[in-house]
């Protein structure tokens, strides 16, 4: 593992001690640059950071909760997200006696919350360099937009000059009545 890896890691860890000592958040962490989906923990140290046993993690992967990715080889890879959600879950089930299926179900919602809070504060920052778009999948992406874009655009928004002298033009039926042609009629 390069110097660069090992640095990476380190701090990622270092956010993660943040978010489970209290004084970070997800939010915190992507605004300040930290990638909160990149699969960097093991097993092992994943539960170390969340202070649960390894089986449990593997027990949350089976039942849904809390679902890591994977490497090529198989192993479970755990991101700042994942690591949230292990102590949150952990928080609601040891603290708040919440079962299995109600840890789900209030995670779930309060990740749709951090969505919207994170899609509402950019909407309240738009400074019209901003366009919203449907990805492939359906879902709302945010895409920055350039001054080129800009400039193109107005020129395709120039009103259409008028035609001049020579041919005029004139409607003609079609055999479909919902198609138009249009037929040149010389003066």
């Given amino acids: 593992m390069s110097r660069m890896e090992q640095q990476r890691r380190r701090l990622y860890e270092m956010c993660a001690m943040a978010i489970a000592a209290g004084?970070?958040?997800?939010?915190?962490?992507?605004?300040?640059?930290?990638?909160?989906?990149?699969?960097?923990?093991?097993?092992?140290?994943?539960?170390?950071?969340?202070?649960?046993?390894?089986?449990?993690?593997?027990?949350?992967?089976?039942?849904?909760?809390?679902?890591?990715?994977?490497?090529?080889?198989?192993?479970?890879?755990?991101?700042?997200r994942d690591v949230d959600r292990l102590i949150q879950a952990q928080r609601m089930s040891q603290r708040d006696g919440i079962n299995l299926t109600g840890i789900a179900r209030i995670l779930d919602l309060e990740e749709e919350n951090r969505q919207l809070r994170r899609q509402l504060h950019a909407l309240r920052m738009n400074d019209g360099t901003s366009v919203f778009t449907a990805d492939m999948d359906g879902r709302i992406t945010e895409m920055r937009r350039s001054r080129r874009a800009r400039h193109w655009r107005h020129r395709l928004q120039t009103p259409p000059r008028e035609l001049t002298g020579g041919a005029s033009y004139r409607p003609v039926e079609a055999q479909s009545k919902s198609v138009v042609l249009w037929h040149t009629v010389s003066r």
């Avoid at 990149?38 to 092992?44: A, C, M, T």
């Avoid at 027990?59 to 700042?80: E, I």
């Fill in 23 to 80: 004084r970070a958040d997800l939010d915190g962490a992507s605004r300040v640059g930290f990638d909160i989906d990149l699969p960097v923990f093991s097993v092992g140290r994943a539960a170390e950071l969340a202070a649960v046993h390894p089986q449990t993690l593997r027990q949350y992967d089976r039942s849904g909760l809390v679902v890591p990715q994977r490497t090529g080889g198989g192993a479970r890879r755990y991101s700042l």
